[in-house]
């Protein structure tokens, strides 16, 4: 039940495309849904991130759509560049707690 | 910009040796966290720091691994004695408290990781 799902496990986009990642939960204690892009030889750093009461933020090109009720969310780079080929993790919070539950990972690559 | 730093960047060492990675958090940050991620898979959490004690920890973090935060800046991870399955990237970050001293969104700083690897 603490398992964040994530898909698909790789993604290959072209320049200037939509790249969408989506992940499932089934702990409904979950209370805050951080994505995380991670470049070779770096730690994860925090794209964006929201909470449940929303359903939706948007950063830039980078947005999460969040389905409280399917309990599933999803990060949608828009006009999608080489410079944001990286894994991408997506990971939840239990309520009062701090510990990240991550997702399995998706390698993203946009070709030019 | 503030980042967490950690040493070394690989460690080898020999399965049943002792090894301590370090970690210096961002500077203001009061909360304090080990990952590890084993090669080609996801991300796990082994433990947080705060006040000077262990506030959770995971099923993973048993009695081989221990943290410590022996000065004002360095936050350490001990794991006594090493075994082939620990290898992996071990993460530290850091947090701020939220606003109000709740949760919130409290944003986790990660380094760049210390590559563990276990012979």
């Known amino acids: 039940q603490q398992q964040v799902k994530q898909s698909p496990q790789s993604l290959i986009v072209q320049k200037g495309g939509i790249s969408i990642i989506n992940c499932a939960y089934e702990n409904t204690a979950f209370d805050y849904f951080p994505w995380y892009q991670q470049f070779p030889g770096k730690g994860p750093a925090l794209l964006i991130a929201i909470r449940p009461d929303v359903s939706e933020k948007k950063e830039g090109r980078f947005t999460i759509s969040f389905n409280k009720s399917a309990k599933q969310f999803s990060l949608h780079i828009m006009d999608s560049q080489p410079g944001d080929s990286a894994t991408y993790f997506c990971?939840?919070?239990?309520?009062?707690?701090?510990?990240?539950?991550f997702g399995s990972g998706t390698r993203l690559q946009v070709q030019p | 910009e503030p980042e967490v730093t950690q040493t070394p960047s690989h460690q080898v060492t020999q399965m049943g040796q002792e090894v301590i990675l370090r970690c210096v958090p961002i500077s203001n940050h009061l909360y304090f966290y080990w990952y590890r991620q084993i090669l080609g898979q996801k991300v796990e959490f082994l433990v947080s720091f705060y006040n000077n004690e262990i506030s959770e920890k995971s099923e993973i973090f048993d009695d081989q691994f221990s943290v410590e935060r022996p000065d004002g800046s360095n936050f350490t991870l001990k794991i006594r004695s090493t075994k082939l399955e620990d290898s992996a990237m071990y993460f530290c970050?850091?947090?701020?408290?939220?606003?109000?001293?709740?949760?919130?969104?409290?944003?986790?700083?990660f380094g760049p990781g210390t590559r563990l690897t276990v012979l």
């Open positions: 970050a850091s947090s701020e408290p939220a606003a109000g001293g709740s949760i919130g969104i409290d944003t986790q700083y």
């Open positions: 990971a939840a919070r239990n309520t009062g707690r701090r510990a990240l539950t």
